[in-house]
Nanobody
């Protein structure tokens, strides 16, 4: 599975950005896609993810400001980021995963990362 992300950049606080990530390759087994972010010295953290069926999951810090969506026909996941804050500054990584509940299993694939910088 290959993931190609785009859409990062520099924006002022209060502004908006939209990230996109297209998946290709052996994607039939992928059942969840999403976005994580990482800042220097910190662990990568979940921002938001979405299943093929449209169920979403958000970090508390972005609820009400970010929206994750998926286009299954295009195998593309999006992250609409509104009301951006300086603390949202990070490298954002696209993620695709095959997950199972029983037995518990997860296989992750990662994109190359795109930098989002929010100036105050």
């Amino acid at each position: 599975v290959q993931l190609q992300a785009s859409g990062g950049g520099l924006v002022q606080a209060g502004g908006s950005l939209r990230l996109s990530c297209a998946a290709s390759g052996s994607i039939s087994s992928i059942n969840v896609m999403g976005w994580y972010r990482q800042t220097p010295g910190k662990q990568r953290e979940l921002v938001a993810d979405i299943t093929r069926g449209g169920s979403t999951n958000y970090a508390d810090s972005v609820k009400g400001r970010f929206t994750v969506s998926i286009n299954n026909a295009k195998n593309t996941v999006y992250l609409q980021m509104n009301s951006l804050k300086p603390e949202d500054t990070a490298v954002y990584y696209c993620n695709a995963a095959r997950t199972m509940t029983v037995p518990a299993y997860r296989n992750d694939y990662w994109g190359q990362g795109t930098l989002v910088t929010v100036s105050s």
